[in-house]
């Protein structure tokens, strides 16, 4: 039996249409957990300590790219982690997934 992949998951992302793929995954899952939130809020004094509904710590576009950009920064664009030195489909994913999680 097969397990369907993680559509997040940037280890799937490896040319164009993969990382298309993730990136339409990444609004989905930004748009459900808008959703989630609607339905609902996370207690507004926990937002930016603790995550919302859908696992984001950042939500506006302008905290979203400033953690995706710390993370480039402090890890080096990923070269810290393991992620190769030459920028890849895989790479520019990790980038936008940090966008959602990186504090």
Not at 21 to 38: G, I, K, T
Not at 83 to 91: A, F, I, N, R, Y
Request: glycine share 6%; with cysteine.
């Amino acid at each position: 039996m097969s397990k369907e992949p993680d559509a997040l998951d940037p280890d799937a992302v490896h040319d164009r249409e993969s990382f298309l793929a993730f990136v339409r995954a990444l609004v989905a899952d930004r748009e459900a957990a808008l959703e989630a939130e609607a339905r609902q809020p996370t207690d507004p004094r926990a937002l930016g300590l603790t995550p919302d509904a859908g696992g984001w710590y950042n939500f506006t576009i302008e905290s979203y790219l400033n953690a995706a950009l710390a993370w480039a920064v402090d890890s080096d664009m990923g070269t810290r982690q393991g992620l190769p030195v030459e920028p890849s489909w895989k790479t520019f994913a990790v980038f936008l997934l940090c966008g959602k999680i990186y504090e």
